[in-house]
């Protein structure tokens, strides 16, 4: 079965500098691959997607990266504010998975002022 | 916009009480989801919904059911309550499968 693996102890990180979280699979490679953002209390929300053939993918802030031969996808926040401070999780999807996600544990990221 | 809502977003129960945990979508969304997640944990899906009149179990179903009448409506039965219950459950919703899913803002779910 597919497991996700994501850097389980918290990051700490300095205001201004650039965060990067990585979200690691096993077996084959998805078909796409989201991150969402999770604060305490609250459900997680929907941040990127990166489909298998792009390389990398930006909005803002934020940069995603997808490595299918290390079978790795980086998340990285440059600019880096103490509101970015969340976990973040991701989550790849599957095409014979019935649209069902497996999620990762998700990183939790603490940006320090 | 309402999105996915939860309720409640509290409850406490005695083992081997039930109860009913209440999700709606307004998007019209076909795709639903129910999980649970456990302090440092990931999301582990509990039952999923591909339409009106049609669920099926997740990892998780022990202890669980679902039924999905509306497209809007995804209630999440939990009968004889068990500490092992206890957690944070959240109610998903999805249009199309390359599409985010959409999450409520969960129930805090203690049984003791």
């Known amino acids: 079965s597919q497991k996700i693996e994501q850097n389980s102890e918290a990051l700490n990180i300095q205001e201004g500098k650039t965060a990067t979280l990585t979200c690691n699979y096993t077996n084959y490679s998805p078909a796409y691959l989201q991150w969402y953002r999770q604060d305490p209390g609250r459900g997680p929300v929907f941040l990127l997607l990166?489909?298998?053939n792009e390389k990398e993918k930006r909005k803002e802030r934020l940069k995603v990266t997808f490595d299918t031969t290390l079978k790795q996808s980086l998340f990285h926040i440059t600019a880096s504010q103490p509101a970015d401070s969340a976990t973040y999780l991701c989550a790849p999807i599957y095409m014979d998975s019935n649209y069902q996600l497996i999620w990762g544990a998700g990183t939790k990221l603490i940006i320090k002022p | 916009n309402a999105g996915v809502t939860q309720t409640p977003k509290f409850r406490i129960l005695k083992i081997g009480q039930s109860m009913t945990l209440q999700c709606a979508q307004d998007?019209?969304?076909?795709?639903m989801y129910w999980y649970r997640q456990d302090p440092g944990m990931g999301l582990k899906l509990i039952y999923y919904?591909?339409?009106?009149?049609?669920?099926d179990k997740g990892e998780v179903p022990n202890g669980y059911n679902v039924s999905r009448s509306t497209t809007e409506d995804f209630p999440l039965r939990l009968e004889l309550a068990a500490p092992s219950q206890t957690s944070v459950y959240f109610c998903a919703s999805l249009g199309r499968s390359n599409q985010p899913q959409h999450f409520g803002d969960g129930t805090r779910l203690s049984i003791l």
């Open positions: 919904s591909v339409g009106a009149g049609i669920t």
């Open positions: 990166i489909r298998e």
């Open positions: 998007m019209n969304h076909n795709y």
